[in-house]
Structures are given as structure tokens and as C-alpha cells.
């Protein structure tokens, strides 16, 4: 083929593609769709790059890769005239994002090592069956509220919760100070049987309570259990969320609340009170990160229904004549919904739900589902997974995602004691830098400041220096640039020797932080003083009043 014929066919191709797609979407004449990008289009579409997902920790010998290369081509021939790539992606990352609407996709893709984007898309597993994102951002959530229940029986004095600290026998005690957080109750009924009551989570003084009425409240839809599941669920050793440290969180929990003066404000408490102060701000920053965690859990679990799965085999159906990969449409087609559908029924039972739970319904106009921001960061910070759609930079910068990935590694560092300071996180900070400076966020006091100037100082290696010349745009500037290799990070607990030591060591490509394993946002403790005001007025996390 000559040159001249490689372009002909080339613009043959591309006239095509505009007329297909401006058959499909019903326009008179053809249009130039060069816009439309791979994540615009349903598996179906013929111009749908069909991706052959692997796991590489699978395919590491040249046997393992051959006998990959050979699953690829039987992919080809199975679906002829489809562009099939490769796409690597691990396990772990299915904590983070999804590949699939599908369970049974994502299944396969665990058990084999490999899975075809387009398989496994008719249900056939149980209707219960969820993806790893939704089920591993319960289960932290799950730890989390295990732990803060924890310090609540050790400190709920702190917040007026009770005068003396509840045996531990005495969990119904613990229990009612844990469920307006947590979003049910248990309750024993005269026959002996027990049932689950819905608390509505309602916007009070900057924070999310519980509360037994909904009139003139903005209320919030997030994932609920009862602190009893709680206490089932919540104790298990969960190696992503602390590596090989389980063992000793409890510990270093209980040493760091108890401290909580030193640690957090830098001295020994002058009197008792100041320490009680400074413990009940724990208490109630916590609650607000389980609060925010349960959001994210409702957020995850919903998006993931399996009504939008069924949705969109419908609508692939549709549009190009059935799905592909799919031989049989599932059963029960009739409850596919869209995303606005499903929503506004969530919504809808919700209302149900509280309405059966404490005689009002609030409005639906009311009703909150969106995670802000300030939430994503707290969930972030401990332990929760959340999919930053990355796939796009513009977005990613422009949404914030990008301080939400800087909480996740910090949180992440002074959970498990060790991660990387590599480019990726380096812009991540540079770009976020002066909103972080602000302090409006949870983000700054998560170090003292020389640690901060300190990683500001290595994040510039990453990049090379910026050129602004006249009436030009600025660019970056390679001549005799070599990029900073990453550096390893650790992280170790502040302990009862160590409580003044040095916030860091640097030697070479290597810092060692040293600090409290909580999160706790020390720039802000006077924010939550004052929020643990709240809480102490009205002895516990229900909201009682309709004032303020």
C-alpha cells in the first residue's frame, strides 16, 4: 500500500466512524465526532476498544505470558472487526475502582487472572453478590467505628455521656451513645424479638447527628448498621488498613487518647479539664469521620446496584442490537433503572424508612446524597477507597480529587508505617499546596509545618524548572534535567519516650516521620472544642432541639 492509499483508507475510516455515530444519534448529516473518547461509549459500539483486563503478579514468566498472548487471540477470533487491547490491573486496585457494573466479571477476573471486559455481563451469581470496592469501604468503615467505640468507653465521661465508665458488660450503654452515629438502633420488643430502627442523619452545628426529628432539617442518606453488627464485624484484623501493625492499634489508640493533650497540643494538660477538652474534640472528630465514612459507603453501594447494570445491557441492547458477550438477557429486565431513577427511589425509601421510624417524613427536597469534598478527605485520611477517576487530569485537579489522594497517602503512611513520595504525589501537593496552606481542610495539621517544607523541598526534584518567556506561555525547561528519583517513606508512633523527639529524620532518598497514628486535624482543635461543646450540652450525639 502506497502512502497516498494509506491515507485515503485512513479518511475512509474516519468518514465512516462520523457516519455511524451520527446515524446513532439521529442527526440528518455527518458530523465529526473525533470527540467522542473511549469512556463515552457502551462495550456494544462497535468503535468500543474492547479491553482484555490481566493481573500482572499472573503472567510474570514468559510461559505465563504466552499462554496471555493466546487468550488475547482467542479473544479476536471470538469477536472479529473489534479492537482488543490489553489492560493491565491488579487485585488490590479493585479496593480503589471497579473494572465492571458486573460482580460476576469482576469474580472471574479474581479466580483466573484475566477477564474480557464483555463477559460474564448475565448475572447468575446471587442478586446479593457485590464488587470488592463497596464490600472493602464497609469493612473500614466497620474498623473504624469498632475503634472510636473504643475510645468512647474509655472517654465518653470527656462528653457527659455518663458519670462513670460503663462496665463492659454494660454495652447497652455504649450501644446507645454509638447508634446515632452508626444510623440504627436494635430494640427488644415485648414478644422478645428485636428490631432496627432507622436514625436520621441531620445536619447540626457543622456536623452530621442523629436525630428523632427531621422537621426543618437537612437530612443526609448514608450507609447505616447497628453498633451491635458493629461490634461483631468491627474487630477484624484488616491488613490494608494497617500492614502488620493490627495487633497494636488498639494500643497505640489507647496511648494517644490518653495523651491527647501532650501529643496533640504540645504540653502536659495545666489542669484536669484541659486534658477532658482536648479528649472530647477526639470524640467528636471521629464521629464525624465515621459519619463521613458511611456517606461514602452508601455512595459506593448504590452506584454499584445492580438495577444500572441491568440498565445498561438495556440500553445496549437498544442502541446496537444486543450486547455484546451476552448470549442471554438476565431475568427480571423490568427493574433496570438509570442513575436518576435509582436515585430518586433510594430517596423515596429513605424518607419511607424514617417516616416508620419516628412519624415524619422529611421532604425529599431535603434529602442530601452528594459527598462533599471536606467528607471525601476525612473518609480518606482513615482508610477509605475511593475511585478519583483519574482517567482524566483536567478533572481530577478541577474536582479536588487530588487532595483526596493526598489524605489517602498520608493516612495510609501513618496506618501501616511506610509508603512512597514519588512524582505523582509530589504534583498532587504542589498543586494542592495553598488551599492545604488555608487550612480549610483537614489536611494541614496532619503534620507539623517543617515536615511540610520539608516535602515541598523534595517534591521539587520531580520537576524541571519553569521557563516564562516574553509574550509566550510558561514551559518546563529539560535542558540537563534528571528527574528526582522517589523517596521511601516510614512513619513511626509517637510513644511515651518519644512523645518531644524530632517530627523527621532525612538521610538520602529516605525520611522518617514520627508522630500519632490518628489523623487528628491538630490546626482545627479549637473548630472541635467548640463542636464538642455541642455534644456535651445535649449528652450525646442526638440532636434534642430544634434551636441552633
Same mark, same amino acid.
Given at each position: 500500500?502506497?502512502?497516498?492509499?494509506?491515507?485515503?483508507h485512513?479518511?475512509?475510516?474516519?468518514?465512516?466512524?462520523?457516519?455511524?455515530?451520527?446515524r446513532?444519534?439521529?442527526? &440528518?448529516?455527518?458530523?465529526?465526532?473525533?470527540h467522542?473518547?473511549?469512556?463515552?461509549?457502551y462495550?456494544?459500539?462497535?468503535?468500543?476498544?474492547?479491553?482484555?483486563?490481566?493481573?500482572?503478579?499472573?503472567?510474570r514468566?514468559?510461559?505465563?505470558?504466552?499462554?496471555l498472548r493466546?487468550?488475547?487471540?482467542?479473544?479476536?477470533?471470538r469477536?472479529v472487526?473489534? #479492537?482488543?487491547?490489553?489492560?493491565p490491573?491488579?487485585?488490590?486496585?479493585?479496593?480503589?475502582?471497579?473494572?465492571?457494573?458486573f460482580?460476576?466479571? &469482576?469474580?472471574?477476573?479474581?479466580q483466573?487472572?484475566?477477564?474480557?471486559?464483555?463477559?460474564?455481563r448475565?448475572?447468575?451469581?446471587?442478586?446479593?453478590?457485590? =464488587?470488592?470496592?463497596?464490600?472493602?469501604?464497609?469493612?473500614?468503615?466497620?474498623?473504624?467505628?469498632?475503634h472510636?467505640?473504643?475510645?468512647?468507653?474509655?472517654?465518653?465521661?470527656?462528653?457527659?455521656?455518663?458519670?462513670?465508665?460503663?462496665?463492659?458488660?454494660?454495652?447497652?450503654?455504649?450501644?446507645?451513645?454509638?447508634?446515632?452515629?452508626?444510623?440504627?438502633?436494635a430494640?427488644?420488643?415485648?414478644?422478645?424479638?428485636?428490631?432496627?430502627?432507622?436514625?436520621?442523619l441531620?445536619?447540626?452545628?457543622?456536623?452530621?447527628?442523629?436525630?428523632?426529628?427531621? &422537621?426543618?432539617?437537612?437530612?443526609?442518606?448514608?450507609?447505616a !448498621?447497628?453498633?451491635?453488627?458493629?461490634?461483631?464485624?468491627?474487630?477484624?484484623?484488616?491488613?490494608?488498613?494497617?500492614?502488620?501493625?493490627?495487633?497494636?492499634? &488498639?494500643?497505640?489508640?489507647?496511648?494517644?487518647?490518653?495523651?491527647?493533650?501532650?501529643?496533640?497540643?504540645?504540653?502536659?494538660?495545666?489542669?484536669?479539664?484541659?486534658?477532658?477538652?482536648?479528649?472530647?474534640?477526639i470524640?467528636?472528630?471521629?464521629?464525624q469521620?465515621?459519619?463521613?465514612?458511611?456517606?461514602?459507603?452508601?455512595?459506593?453501594?448504590? +452506584?454499584? #446496584?445492580?438495577?444500572?447494570?441491568?440498565?445498561?445491557?438495556?440500553?445496549?441492547?437498544? @442502541?446496537?442490537?444486543?450486547?455484546?458477550?451476552?448470549?442471554?438477557?438476565? /431475568?427480571k429486565?423490568e427493574?433496570?433503572?438509570?442513575?436518576?431513577?435509582?436515585?430518586?427511589?433510594?430517596?423515596?425509601?429513605?424518607?419511607?424508612?424514617?417516616?416508620?421510624?419516628?412519624?415524619?417524613?422529611?421532604?425529599?427536597?431535603?434529602? /442530601?446524597?452528594?459527598?462533599?469534598?471536606?467528607?471525601?478527605? @476525612?473518609?480518606?485520611?482513615?482508610?477509605?477507597?475511593?475511585?478519583?477517576?483519574? #482517567?482524566?487530569?483536567?478533572?481530577?485537579?478541577?474536582?479536588?480529587?487530588?487532595l483526596?489522594?493526598?489524605?489517602?497517602?498520608?493516612?495510609?503512611?501513618?496506618r501501616?508505617?511506610?509508603?512512597?513520595? #514519588?512524582?505523582?504525589?509530589?504534583?498532587?501537593?504542589?498543586?494542592g499546596?495553598?488551599?492545604?496552606?488555608?487550612?480549610?481542610?483537614?489536611?494541614?495539621?496532619?503534620?507539623?509545618?517543617e515536615?511540610?517544607?520539608?516535602?515541598?523541598? /523534595?517534591s521539587?526534584?520531580?520537576f524541571?524548572?519553569?521557563?516564562?518567556?516574553?509574550? +509566550?506561555?510558561?514551559?518546563?525547561?529539560?535542558?540537563?534535567?534528571?528527574?528526582a528519583?522517589?523517596?521511601?517513606?516510614?512513619?513511626?508512633?509517637? !510513644?511515651?519516650?518519644?512523645?518531644?523527639?524530632?517530627?523527621?529524620?532525612a538521610?538520602?532518598?529516605?525520611?522518617t516521620?514520627?508522630?500519632p497514628m490518628?489523623?487528628f486535624?491538630?490546626?482545627?482543635?479549637?473548630?472541635?472544642?467548640?463542636?464538642?461543646e455541642?455534644?456535651?450540652?445535649? /449528652?450525646?450525639?442526638?440532636?434534642?432541639? =430544634?434551636?441552633g
Amino acid at each position: 500500500m502506497t502512502l497516498k492509499e494509506a491515507v485515503q483508507h485512513l479518511e475512509e475510516a474516519r468518514w465512516q466512524r462520523n457516519a455511524y455515530f451520527s446515524r446513532l444519534y439521529g442527526l &440528518e448529516t455527518v458530523e465529526d465526532f473525533e470527540h467522542i473518547e473511549q469512556r463515552d461509549l457502551y462495550p456494544s459500539n462497535p468503535y468500543y476498544t474492547i479491553k482484555l483486563f490481566y493481573d500482572p503478579a499472573r503472567f510474570r514468566t514468559a510461559a505465563q505470558r504466552r499462554t496471555l498472548r493466546g487468550h488475547l487471540a482467542e479473544a479476536k477470533a471470538r469477536f472479529v472487526d473489534r #479492537d482488543i487491547e490489553l489492560c493491565p490491573i491488579s487485585v488490590a486496585s479493585l479496593a480503589y475502582r471497579s473494572m465492571s457494573l458486573f460482580p460476576d466479571t &469482576e469474580r472471574r477476573f479474581v479466580q483466573l487472572g484475566y477477564v474480557l471486559d464483555v463477559e460474564e455481563r448475565a448475572k447468575k451469581t446471587s442478586r446479593r453478590g457485590s =464488587l470488592i470496592v463497596a464490600s472493602h469501604n464497609i469493612d473500614v468503615f466497620r474498623i473504624n467505628a469498632h475503634h472510636w467505640g473504643r475510645m468512647l468507653l474509655e472517654g465518653g465521661t470527656a462528653l457527659r455521656l455518663w458519670s462513670r465508665r460503663p462496665l463492659e458488660k454494660e454495652k447497652d450503654r455504649l450501644f446507645a451513645a454509638m447508634a446515632p452515629i452508626m444510623g440504627k438502633e436494635a430494640r427488644l420488643e415485648a414478644d422478645k424479638s428485636e428490631t432496627e430502627r432507622i436514625i436520621p442523619l441531620v445536619e447540626h452545628e457543622h456536623m452530621l447527628l442523629g436525630a428523632k426529628s427531621v &422537621e426543618d432539617r437537612v437530612v443526609h442518606i448514608a450507609y447505616a !448498621t447497628t453498633p451491635g453488627t458493629i461490634a461483631d464485624h468491627g474487630r477484624r484484623v484488616y491488613e490494608t488498613l494497617f500492614s502488620d501493625r493490627s495487633d497494636l492499634v &488498639e494500643q497505640q489508640i489507647a496511648f494517644e487518647f490518653a495523651n491527647a493533650h501532650r501529643i496533640f497540643e504540645g504540653n502536659d494538660p495545666p489542669f484536669a479539664e484541659a486534658g477532658s477538652a482536648t479528649r472530647a474534640a477526639i470524640l467528636t472528630w471521629f464521629s464525624q469521620v465515621v459519619a463521613a465514612q458511611r456517606k461514602v459507603c452508601w455512595v459506593l453501594q448504590t +452506584k454499584q #446496584d445492580w438495577s444500572l447494570a441491568l440498565k445498561q445491557l438495556e440500553v445496549e441492547k437498544k @442502541l446496537h442490537g444486543g450486547p455484546t458477550g451476552v448470549t442471554k438477557m438476565p /431475568r427480571k429486565m423490568e427493574e433496570a433503572q438509570s442513575w436518576p431513577e435509582l436515585l430518586a427511589s433510594e430517596l423515596d425509601g429513605h424518607a419511607d424508612n424514617i417516616l416508620s421510624s419516628i412519624g415524619q417524613r422529611p421532604a425529599l427536597e431535603k434529602i /442530601r446524597h452528594v459527598v462533599t469534598l471536606h467528607d471525601y478527605i @476525612l473518609a480518606a485520611l482513615h482508610g477509605s477507597t475511593i475511585d478519583l477517576g483519574d #482517567d482524566n487530569e483536567h478533572e481530577f485537579f478541577q474536582t479536588g480529587s487530588h487532595l483526596i489522594a493526598l489524605a489517602h497517602w498520608i493516612g495510609t503512611l501513618k496506618r501501616t508505617g511506610e509508603h512512597t513520595f #514519588d512524582r505523582w504525589i509530589a504534583r498532587c501537593l504542589r498543586v494542592g499546596w495553598n488551599e492545604i496552606e488555608a487550612g480549610q481542610n483537614a489536611l494541614l495539621g496532619q503534620f507539623p509545618m517543617e515536615v511540610w517544607r520539608l516535602l515541598l523541598q /523534595r517534591s521539587v526534584g520531580f520537576f524541571p524548572p519553569m521557563v516564562v518567556g516574553a509574550n +509566550k506561555l510558561p514551559r518546563f525547561d529539560y535542558r540537563g534535567f534528571e528527574e528526582a528519583k522517589p523517596v521511601r517513606m516510614k512513619y513511626e508512633w509517637v !510513644t511515651a519516650e518519644t512523645v518531644d523527639a524530632a517530627p523527621y529524620r532525612a538521610k538520602g532518598r529516605s525520611i522518617t516521620l514520627h508522630g500519632p497514628m490518628l489523623c487528628f486535624p491538630v490546626h482545627q482543635i479549637n473548630d472541635w472544642k467548640i463542636k464538642a461543646e455541642v455534644i456535651r450540652g445535649q /449528652r450525646g450525639f442526638t440532636v434534642r432541639s =430544634l434551636e441552633g
